[in-house]
Nanobody, 119 residues
């Protein structure tokens, strides 16, 4: 019923910037937490950043100062501004949303968008 769709990925040179966006649609009354995760080839999926309805943010320590997460609660969207990109940032980036239903919170995931940082 709920769908998350990411956009904005692509190929960028080291030091460049990209902005990812994610839109949630479907039967949604509220979203507690939205966030971004990434998975590089051969690696486990890892946290990039999360943001609550109230604007509380949690970043992966290694990404603080380079990545910025934001959300539009009314539009059910979340964005990730990525600056000073490095080759090690290359990964599939996934949008995540924690959506409550009948006092239970469910995790939803987007299909992922590829980010490649290379010369």
């Amino acid at each position: 019923q709920v769908q998350l769709v990411e956009s904005g990925g692509g190929l960028v040179q080291p030091g460049g910037s990209l902005r990812l966006s994610c839109a949630a649609s479907g039967r949604i009354f509220s979203i507690n937490v939205m966030g971004w995760y990434r998975q590089a080839p051969g690696k486990q999926r890892e946290l990039v950043a999360t943001i609550t309805t109230g604007g509380n943010i949690d970043y992966a320590d290694s990404l603080k100062g380079r990545f910025t997460i934001s959300r539009d609660n009314a539009a059910n969207t979340v964005s990730l501004q990525m600056n000073s990109l490095k080759p090690e940032d290359t990964a599939v980036y996934f949008c995540n949303a924690q959506i409550p239903w009948m006092s239970v919170v469910y995790d939803y995931w987007g299909q992922g968008t590829q980010v490649t940082v290379s010369s």
